[in-house]
């Protein structure tokens, strides 16, 4: 996208005379990066200030009438009691002690076709076995001459099996994604309830908290990472309170030339790590990138 022009929601005059192949051309990606970062990516001094309010840092511009009295009676320096920290500690406290359940519900066609069949395969299955069992008591209730076993009560085990798949089926699906958030919730590497206490912590402080899941290459688990809201920037409408119709956000980073080497070193080219490292990312010892 081009970095100059009028922009409308939605609607960018650019993209009219651009077809769906070149959009997917280097040139273009890169011009919406740049223009997304350049338009978005500004100082959040707010966050800063709820930080040191918080931490207990007074901010000095909000006493300058004060100190800055030019010798006129009124004191130089001054005492700041912190009284915020305790109250959102206590805030914080009382929600990390909450306890959530996470829970799984199929949303896409496929697998809702594929539940569908399997509930009516095993509630089949279920109803040829009360059959298969009413059967097998008649042959028994002739053989031995018993009183003879009434229909109805034929008719009421099969009732009883289907309103259980009618009402409480969960599929094989369900079960198995529900294990794996169980094992999310309390794997070592995922650290659902620290991140938990630091989303929390976010919100009670600054009033936003963000996160994102992503995944580093195919196959392996999802990442769930904690966003600070100081290096989060997005385009949102107003109007909303979701995030679900903008058009893009900028997460901003910071990292080590030795972290950036680690992560995206394997997408450059020699020239590329030449310009961004120097000669330091050839040398045998990952001290130099530090």
């Not at 005379?17 to 707010?46: C, F, M, P, R």
């Not at 908290?209 to 904690?226: A, K, N, T, W």
């Not at 989060?232 to 030795?258: C, I, Q, S, W």
Request: hydrophobic share 30%; aromatic share 12%; net charge neutral.
């Amino acid at each position: 996208m081009a970095t100059s022009g009028t922009y409308y929601p939605q609607i960018y005059y650019e993209d009219l005379y651009i077809t769906e192949s070149q959009k997917a051309e280097l040139d273009y990606l890169k011009g919406n990066i740049d223009h997304w970062v350049s338009s978005l990516v500004q100082s959040k001094a707010h966050i800063k200030t709820y930080r040191d309010y918080y931490n207990g840092v007074r901010d000095n511009k909000d006493f300058e009438y004060l100190t800055e009295n030019y010798g006129i009676g009124t004191p130089s320096s001054l005492k700041f009691t912190n009284i915020i920290k305790p109250r959102v500690d206590s805030i914080v406290a009382q929600l990390e002690s909450d306890s959530y359940t996470y829970t799984v519900t199929a949303v896409d066609d496929k697998t809702i076709d594929l539940i569908q069949e399997e509930k009516k395969v095993k509630k089949l299955n279920a109803i040829k076995a009360e059959l298969d069992k009413f059967s097998t008591e008649m042959d028994r209730v002739i053989k031995e001459g018993d009183k003879p076993i009434p229909y109805s009560e034929l008719k009421s085990s099969i009732k009883k099996v289907s309103d259980k798949y009618k009402n409480n089926f969960i599929s094989d699906f369900e079960l198995a994604a529900q294990r794996v958030c169980s094992y999310f919730e309390s794997s070592n590497t995922m650290e659902l309830r620290r991140k938990l206490a630091t989303l929390v912590h976010d919100l009670a402080v600054t009033g936003e908290c963000y996160y994102r899941v992503y995944y580093d290459r195919l196959g392996s688990d999802p990442i769930f990472e904690v966003i600070k809201p100081e290096n989060f920037f997005h385009n949102k409408n107003t109007n909303t309170p979701f995030l679900e119709g903008t058009d893009a956000v900028v997460h901003r980073e910071y990292m080590t030339h030795k972290q950036v080497a680690e992560k995206y070193g394997k997408f450059m080219t020699k020239d590329q790590m030449r310009e961004l490292f120097g000669g330091r990312y050839m040398t045998r010892t990952a001290r130099s990138l530090n």
